[in-house]
């Protein structure tokens, strides 16, 4: 078993930051690839971001100038920077982790998930 934590969400304006940490635990596995994803009251969850081992990135087209993802192998978390928050910016942001070699955007591929944080962003 993986777990995993996330914290730094919270309440902001538009146009602040936040930087969301994800913190994995439990047995010795290769995770290729550490992701978020959000989801919105009466939505689906939808990917974020993601970083391979190497640390390759994506974007969701919708982030990509504003969100930059990170990842320390050494210290097993992934952040996440969140710049110039938008109102539809707010949802509850989970962290997965995919023990597949291949990359994807898709919810039911990724291996573990986190518990969740809330992020709001205000108008």
């Known amino acids: 078993q993986v777990q995993l934590v996330e914290s730094g969400g919270g309440l902001v304006q538009a146009g602040d930051s936040l930087r969301l940490s994800c913190a994995a635990s439990?047995?010795?596995?290769?995770?290729?690839?550490m992701g978020w994803f959000r989801q919105a009251p009466g939505k689906e969850r939808e990917f974020v971001a993601a970083i391979s081992r190497n640390s390759n990135t994506y974007y969701a087209d919708d982030v990509k100038d504003r969100f930059t993802i990170s990842r320390d192998n050494a210290k097993n978390t992934v952040l996440l920077q969140m710049n110039s928050l938008k109102p539809e910016d707010t949802a509850v942001y989970y962290c997965?982790?995919?023990?597949?070699?291949?990359?994807?955007?898709?919810?039911?591929?990724?291996?573990?998930w986190g518990q969740g944080t809330q992020v709001t962003v205000s108008s």
């Open positions: 439990g047995r010795a596995v290769v995770i290729y690839y």
């Open positions: 997965a982790a995919d023990l597949s070699p291949g990359m994807t955007t898709t919810v039911r591929t990724y291996d573990y």
